[in-house]
């Protein structure tokens, strides 16, 4: 399965990472879904069913560690992946971030190699396909 085939949805209040994440994501052959605050990410999972979430924490109505636990909640999408992003980076932070349900923790600003390097591991696809090793 080509990565073409994989999508992602990136939840993130801020226009900008979205934009950011939609180009890196979409360039290294992703199909790239976009939510503006963890309300309408929560709405979009249950229809779109993605590979992989990328969630801000800090964002209006729903938070990133409110919408991680409703997220782990569900028993049809307790299994996705997902990538916690913040600018809070204390190991509070990143605690919070695993016990909430985060697989990867990522500070902002965000590194396109680390990004695409959790991205990638979290996908499981191996065999020299590695998105990272093409960055």
């Given amino acids: 399965m080509g990565p073409d085939s994989k999508q992602i949805l990136v939840i993130d209040d801020s226009a ?21 605050n963890g309300e309408e990410g929560l709405r979009k999972i249950e229809t779109l069913h993605p590979d992989l979430v990328i969630m801000d924490v800090v964002m209006p109505n729903i938070n990133g560690w409110e919408a991680c636990r ?9 299994s996705i992946p ?4 913040t600018s809070k980076n204390t190991p509070q932070d990143m605690l919070q971030a ?22 990638d591991r979290l ?8 998105v990272a090793q093409k960055a």
């Fill in 16 to 36: 900008l990472n979205r934009k950011y994440l939609e180009i890196l994501l979409t360039n290294s052959g992703f199909r790239v879904h976009l939510a503006a």
């Fill in 70 to 78: 409703r997220i782990r909640a569900a028993i049809v999408n307790d």
């Fill in 82 to 85: 997902i990538v916690v992003i």
């Fill in 98 to 119: 695993f016990e909430v349900g985060a697989n990867e923790f990522i500070s902002k600003p965000i590194d396109e190699s680390e990004m695409l390097a959790a991205v």
């Fill in 123 to 130: 996908l499981q696809r191996g065999e020299g396909s590695s």
